[in-house]
């Protein structure tokens, strides 16, 4: 990667060719993180999953297929708090705690973080690039974990996608727990990206493309 850890939020990668990088947040759990991996692995798809570190713990056997089919691991903090409202010292602990776990589970050493919220600030900044992430944000927001139907979680993508463009989905949690409409969506989403010829890949191979 020849983005230098620079402290910027990257949304979406400037390129041309026409790739775009799933990702899923809030996860693992025992329930949709396993459907979305059925449809990504049926679909020869790698996506990229922000994981939440107390999740990870809980569902281990969850990050673990996930890094064996051949995803990413990003860091997602510890248990997802407005990290605008803590002090250095305890996002830095979010996020170090969070990768300790990740690694000592899986193996995978995440160079990705993902701010709860989006929700970024100097010190949120400086704390990711510092502990070796490239801060992550998203172009197209499906707002599938606020109950939105199937119908609009895929048009959101029709409507936002670009080429370099980095997609949020959810694989836990949601509305009242339920992301039923997110599993729905999912291979509608995919087909339409593949019928307008974009490819699928990793955040981080998202970034090694990088046009400059
Ligand atoms: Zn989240």
Do not use: C
Not at 177 to 190: D, M, V, W
């Amino acid at each position: 990667m020849d983005s230098a850890l620079d402290e910027r939020v990257i949304n979406h990668v400037t390129m041309t060719k026409k790739q775009v990088a799933l990702t899923f947040d809030d996860g693992p759990d025992d329930k949709y993180t396993l459907k979305i991996l059925d449809i990504l692995k049926a679909n020869g798809i790698k996506a990229t999953f922000f994981v939440v570190g107390e999740h990870a713990a809980k569902y281990p056997a969850v990050l673990r297929r996930i890094v064996q089919e051949g995803h990413v691991v990003g860091n997602h903090s510890w248990d997802h708090p407005d990290l605008l409202k803590l002090s250095n010292e305890l996002i830095r602990n979010e996020i170090t705690k969070t990768d300790d776990v990740i690694r000592n589970i899986s193996g995978a050493s995440p160079t990705l973080f993902r701010a709860p919220y989006g929700a970024v600030n100097n010190d949120v900044r400086i704390d990711a690039a510092s502990t070796g992430h490239h801060l992550i944000g998203w172009s197209v927001d499906t707002l599938d974990w606020k109950g939105k139907s199937t119908a609009e979680i895929i048009n959101a993508v029709k409507k936002e996608v670009t080429p370099g463009a980095i997609i949020l989905q959810h694989s836990a949690g949601g509305k009242g727990g339920n992301l039923t409409n997110t599993i729905q969506a999912l291979p509608q989403i995919i087909s339409y990206l593949k019928q307008n010829n974009y490819s699928f890949v990793t955040v981080p191979e998202l970034l090694s493309a990088e046009t400059h």
